[in-house]
């Protein structure tokens, strides 16, 4: 009987969760009645260009080996963001690719990332579909970002969404020493969509109201309202904190960075976030102290602080993704629905990655309050199971340890 | 018999440990031969100068309060940055606080803090001394630069170190997963002593060898130096990780910011730090993929990954405390002496606070390597015993649980 692997790969940015997908992917191939051996791409679809690949079904033949990788931040495998052309302008790659697939006895590929790498899945599968390739291609959705389409929410979101809460919880605690008016930016992560600063929202609690406003990109940012809320508040309160997503724009569209808001006082171009634009903006007008805070690559890569809940549905969407191929589906994303959300239940199913690949999934409008600068409560109730639980780190050495990643950036 | 009571306060910049060793005073007191009820000044020296006070023996009576006290980031009393005069200049602050221990029957204040909250012991201890007072005060250190002189390392140090190598750990798993040459700048925390900047070195394992060059105040930084050591690197290298402290400076003392780093480029004023600076110097110099990470104020309030280890010391040294001012010990602080390091013991003792007030302790040069961008071994064993042990944080709805502060930053 002729070989019938399968081959797994990550694209796009880290999050917490990914490798909980990955491991998935390979106990449903050691589980598999089909697929005998689980080959990894190095750094996405380029390790196949390059030739780089790992047996995964023999690096990670222990159970120890793959609740390690569960909880072990950003990508295994490593990442690329190369785009695929179109094979009608140009199939170079695509040969090239599926004649790996057939030296390999790759029978289905799994493609773990965001929007951008579902790109990938669709290209593939339109031209597995041309050349009538029997090849499974499946997608697993991954994201901070928690804007894809098609499904409840994105393994990865849940884990970013609960170092948040509990970054803007300490924050909180941080800021609240100082009896004096003070002003607090905590900057996240989200481009065009504002789940994951939504969930700063959730560390609220009986003593806690901070984030006493929240900015999406979801809703135009107005600097005069901005500044209004700000001094109206701080009659009441002496430290305000606020949290704003990276990608707020005003109502032309125009992203708010310290550029912008620096050009109108002096003139000349500053490199900053939205963060430093919006402790400008307070420190010029208002005059209080302020201070912004960027929480940066962490909110993506804090493994030590992760959702039981993500990382569990991270793993079982992997499972899926095998089963799925097992099943014979292709040209298809892994998808969630969650059924109940008091108790928390969901299902896992797929969707055509036609539908999904380039599209974004924003926070619906009303889900934000009228003002634009707080959430509604629905939302919060969205987010809140997404966060539940602990993933236990093991610690050694007073750090954690994590699965080796010596074929990601070698010494020489 | 007339009241014999005590009152504690905190000061400066939070760090995750400083509650801790607030337990240790309350558990202390409550088990004193010597002193009835434990107030709690709310903002540092300012809560005596507005009278405004909690029962600390109340309202820490349970032995659930003071261990989730010990787990609570930054100050459960709050802060200040109040610096007293002078007494022989203006002797009223003084006069008004002796009133109120009178008033109250305080015989014992502790204060726990770092070199500024030192400079108020002693000016506290040299006031009680010239009015003939036998209140006794102690000072108990905290800080996260742990540049305190006449003890080991300090209170809050241990964890916010943790942190970092923790931290620096996930940012290298995150940098490391593109195969394209890139340059990540961590900045840490430390205007003078490179002590928390150095801790980022604890991140490496037999697959990490990031950070790959540590910058530090306590030696010239050369822009020229470095950028060859960049380069140099990325020779064999992909990725590059730096890890530096905010307080860098050129061989003239100047700090390097962007400010300074930009101004040579296009002529004009930046306003940030030292991260943003390299990563301007890399942008233009090198051109790589560069990306700079300020870990703000996370570092000190980050109570979710505490060291055991300097969670035990502090809430020891709170206890210490109290023990010192029953034996009538006064004008001091508490120390820590290392007297072991493999295996690791300490033994607590005190030192007179006028030789440790606005005194700092940096890293000793030979603890430095002679390039100066690295650590040398001596200064990781030192570091290594700190931040062993993972204090557990209780988690509910998804967020850890600290002690309420609803006294601090009250709602209207």
Redesign the interface.
Known sequence: MSQSNCMVAQSGG?TTAINASLAGVIHGVMNSGKYDTCYGS??GI?GILNERYLNLSTAMASPESLKRLCL????YL????YKLPNYRDDDSPYVFIFNQFEKLGIKAFFYIGGNDSMDTVLKLSDYAEKINSDIRIIGIPKTIDNDLCATDHTPGFGSAA?YI???M???A???????VKSVTIVEIMGRDAGWLTAASA??R???N?APHFIYLPETPFDQEQFLEDIRKKLE????VIVAVSEGIRDKEGNYITSSQAMADQFG?Q???GAG?ALE?LVKENIGVKV?S??????Q??????T?ATDLKESFTQGQKAVSLAEENVTASMVTLERTSNDPYRVSYSHAPIRGIANEAKLIPREWINEAGNDIKPELEEYL?PL????AAVE?E????V?M???H??P??
Chains 1, 2 share one sequence.
């Open positions: 880290p190095i750094n380029l072990t931040p950003a990508m490593g990442s690329c963001r609960k809460a509990s970054t919880l300490e924050v605690h941080d800021t609240f020493i100082y009896a959730l560390a609690n009986e003593y109201t009441t309160l002496n430290n000349h500053q490199l900053s430093k400008f201070r805070v960027e929480i940066n690559v962490l993506r890569c804090a493994a030590h602080l959702s809140r966060i539940q639980g602990e610690f050495n007073g750090i954690p994590y080796p990643v010596p990601l950036n010494q020489p």
